[in-house]
């Protein structure tokens, strides 16, 4: 099989990524690697002295390729299907490349911001910092739910490369910043991507694993 993934079930980043495989029905190698083994932690860091995944391997191509906007931007280039996930018009894609950015930028990041705290020693936490986060991620939150008010997908009727990005930084947000009655319009959209097949198997496939998740 020319395409193998690096990555782990429950990391939101890498569950963009399985989103849009599965979507196009992609065939490619699940590799799953456990940062706190040492052994596949050293196999994956021969790969990717960076450490972090996910990584998409293309043994056909003879191509690394680390990020998840990045591996999804290579796929939609190398291996097309019928959802495409960065449309073809330039103006098109630039808006959707935007929208996959915001929700990495102002709402994943905030919600890591959070999730990382809950992980920090006693005497080492930031309170600041998660308060901070909390309310840059409600700005973004607002202007989310004002823009799903007339579409159904982030990029209007189209699913794209920026509902990838979408669905796991609003699972996971919601988690710690809870919007279901608060941003009725960004919850209804939510609710579609769980809904989602893509999105739905990417789900499933991390429950064995949400004990991990800091509450």
Known sequence: MSL???????????????????????????????LGNEASRADFLKVWPIGQFPVLQDDAKGQMVPESTIIIEYLAEHYPGKTQLVPAEADLARQTRLRDRFYDHHVHHHMQKIVGDRLRPAGNKDPFGVESAKTRMRTAFDLIDAEMATRTWAMGDAFSMADCAAAPALFYANLVVPFGDTHKNMAAYFDRLMKRPSFARAVAEAKPYFAMFPK
Request: net charge negative.
């Open 4 to 34: 193998k993934l690096y990555y782990h079930p429950l990391s939101s980043f890498c569950q963009k990524v399985l989103i849009a495989l599965y979507e196009n029905d992609t065939p490619f190698d699940p590799h799953l690697v456990d």
